[in-house]
């Protein structure tokens, strides 16, 4: 649905620091979240921005879009200096959490540190959405149009604080996203005695029940998300966690042929302690064999996955030397490093990966073609 022009006026600069804010806020938040350690010390910005380079630049490109900014307005983004290095304080924390720990307390705690992260991520995309609602509403709305650009620009930031978020799965994120703005800022927004204009009020709530509907279909994960999101996620709350996630199509020495069905992926170690990556490719049988896998842990036997081949390989022990469970991480055939990892995993991991890898399945045929090829692989980092 298309509406005209409103005949209010916000200056473009008002509207692109109304979301460049919170933009700030998510970055250095998933900065925070990406060190594995809970420590704004070891965070830094720059890495965080190089490493996530194509989201953020898609998600500019959605800003701009949505809020038909002139290139003046856009360099509002580069003169605050989001994405440039600059150190993160448990200060800048409190603020974008809304001070939900008590300033006299300890704040470089990283229990402290967490919690901050984790409401400053759930208000920061709120915040966010509702940027990106003004704009789109103020230069001239569409919609059905603006909608799944949200819910692209939604996809983005919740991949981006991946690590900050309570909720694994990146629809459920969104979703959880769309709820807390809904009972932020669209509620207060439809009262009568707001402060919002007349004219605007029906619009915000059409965006409203447009968003919820999309998000509720489904649509947004597969035409819209962005940032890779595992497959395999085992992880704890004391920061460590192993995981496998699909990066694009597996490039063939004849370039990418979307037809054989083969996905590039990654095995991810983080711990407080030791971090590292290694390169893999997934095809119909290995994903298959992780459904097997999943069988025997939930039989109660110790299980591998990809023991039996080269390359790198991950094996589960139900109870390690810890007395929780065990990831066990190998690289036989390049560093030749084996890392073990306590994970100490909900009840319903199992059924949580059974779902994940359901979803993998269903999807295949489309991923293929959609996700990006990786023009080649990375090597393995420390």
Known sequence: MTFPHPEWHI?????????????????EIGAVAATGTWS??????????????RELSRLLEIVRCLGEFSRETMAVFDDLGHLREHSVQASSLLMWSSAYEDVSSPLDAPE?????????????????????????????????HDVRLMAEALGIAVGLLAG???????????????RIWRTTFLTDLLLPTSAAHPEARPLFRQYGHALEALLRSGVATTTAWTTPAPFILLADEEGNSVRVTVTGRQPTSTGTDPGT?????????????????????????RLEEWGRVLDRLEAGEDAGWITAERGPSLAVRLVGERDCPEVVVEDV????????????LPDDWIARHRERLAALLDAREDLVPYLPTNPQPRRNTP
Request: glycine residues 6%; charged residues 20%; hydrophobic residues 50%.
């Open 11 to 27: 200056p473009e600069h008002l509207l692109a620091r109304s979301i460049c804010g919170p933009l700030g806020g998510i970055v």
């Open 40 to 53: 704004p010390a070891d965070a830094s910005t720059a890495d965080f921005a190089a490493t996530h380079r």
């Open 112 to 144: 402290a540190v967490r919690r901050m992260s984790r409401t400053g991520a759930d208000l920061q995309l709120a915040r966010l959405l509702q940027g990106l609602m003004e704009a789109a509403i103020t230069r001239g709305p569409d919609v059905t």
């Open 164 to 178: 900050a978020l309570e909720d694994e799965d990146p629809l459920t994120a969104q979703r959880t996203a769309f």
């Open 261 to 285: 069905g083969m996905l590039a992926a990654e095995i991810s170690v983080e711990t407080p302690f030791v971090r590292g990556r290694v390169d893999l490719v997934l095809w119909a049988s």
């Open 333 to 344: 055939a390049v560093s030749m490093v084996t890392v073990r990892v306590p994970v100490a």
